[in-house]
């Protein structure tokens, strides 16, 4: 329309045959945009030789909000370019010509962002004339990968939803299933709901098996997921209660195996206990120290005794000693037999007295005087 206004203004002006400033682009008036890209918000013009004055362009941003003031976004005065009015967009706004003054006004944003959608308004002033357009930018978020799942049992006669959602993404968003194996078609009983992105499937049976693809999508791009669905038979559910009760009696079979085993080794170990208690009792204590100290001294009494013997009667005392076999230090086994005469304690070797606990005792050499050497 203001393109007709600004004719309507050059007939107006026909008495002086003279058509001021206008603005020359007729390009969309709005724009849809993904966030990340780039977009060119056109703004030519040409000028009026009346139009002497100075040169400026400004890009504002018109709140949604009557009650917000609009923000000034890039700036040329003077001959000179001023880009950072906008902390939002500095360094993502830019003149499209290197010298707007030759007609060309238009700015280009880059690395979109959704914060950047909004109504954009061109203004163009060179006394005494003054244009402006306005563009609606609009910046849309792409669907995030969407996540793709199986709610409910996969089994034969169960129900099954296959679910999809994205987790970002300017609405509205729209979800597309289809099959990418088989017939590539739906199961005749599936209902599919665009916008929930679910796909439900009753009294489910192995032919509806097979691969699905789920699409997410909006005006300004789209993902998608893949999941396998995989119908299987119910399982025999009396089989595993047989198997699980086996598998119970067999461990309680098994404890009580060991429990078992415990007591028969505790008992066991018991009876061995009392058998060696019972084997002690029966063997004699053993001699004390105090006899066993007696014989020595009786010894050692006896061997003194004998440096006042003479040889006359030294012969007589060793036979006595000999023929004499004293019964606290030999006990005859119980086992063995009475020795008889001809092997008496007088005819004995000496190895078989001295295991029988008799003392050995060293005679004294007599020479032939009959003195002790």
Not at 18 to 34: F, Q
Not at 163 to 179: F, M, V
């Amino acid at each position: 329309m203001e393109p007709l206004g600004s004719a309507l203004v050059c007939l107006l002006a026909l008495s002086t045959a003279v058509c001021g400033l206008e603005i020359t682009s007729t390009g969309p008036t709005s724009i849809e945009k993904a966030s990340g890209e780039s977009v060119k918000l056109d703004c030519q013009f040409t000028l009026a030789t009346e139009d002497s004055g100075p040169l400026d362009i400004e890009w504002s941003l018109q709140p949604s909000d009557n009650q917000k003031e609009e923000k000034v976004v890039i700036l040329y005065s003077g001959d000179r370019a001023y880009e950072n009015y906008y902390p939002p967009l500095k360094g993502r706004v830019h003149f499209n010509s290197a010298d707007p003054k030759n007609g060309d006004a238009s700015i280009n944003l880059l690395s979109l962002e959704a914060s950047d959608t909004g109504t954009y308004q061109c203004k163009v002033k060179k006394v005494p004339g003054i244009r402006s357009r306005k563009v609606l930018l609009t910046v849309m978020v792409r669907p995030s990968k969407p996540r793709c799942s199986i709610e409910g049992s996969a089994q034969v006669g169960k129900d099954v939803v296959l679910k999809c959602k994205s987790s970002d993404g300017t609405s509205p968003l729209q979800y597309i299933w289809d099959k990418t194996s088989g017939n590539r078609l739906l199961p005749a009983n599936a209902v599919l709901d665009s916008a929930g992105g679910t796909v439900s499937i009753r009294n489910a049976t192995e032919a509806v098996s097979g691969t699905y693809r789920c699409t997410a999508k909006n005006r300004v791009g789209t993902d998608e997921c893949v999941l396998e669905l995989n119908i299987t038979q119910p399982p025999n559910t009396a089989g595993v209660i047989a198997g699980s009760v086996i598998c119970v009696l067999l461990i309680l079979i098994l404890i009580a195996l060991i429990l078992f085993c415990c007591c028969r080794a505790r008992h066991k170990k018991k009876y061995e206990k009392e058998i060696s208690y019972e084997i002690r009792e029966d063997v004699p204590p053993p001699k004390s120290r105090i006899s066993t100290a007696r014989s020595f001294t009786s010894v050692g009494s006896q061997r003194s005794s004998l440096g006042s013997m003479s040889p006359s009667n030294l012969h007589e005392y060793t036979k006595a000693q000999y023929d004499k076999i004293p019964s606290e230090e030999y006990e005859r086994p119980p086992s063995h037999a009475p020795l008889p005469p001809s092997l008496g304690p007088s005819r004995m070797a000496a190895p078989n007295l001295s295991r029988m606990g008799a003392v050995p005792v060293m005679i004294p050499a007599q020479n032939r005087d009959g003195s002790i050497v």
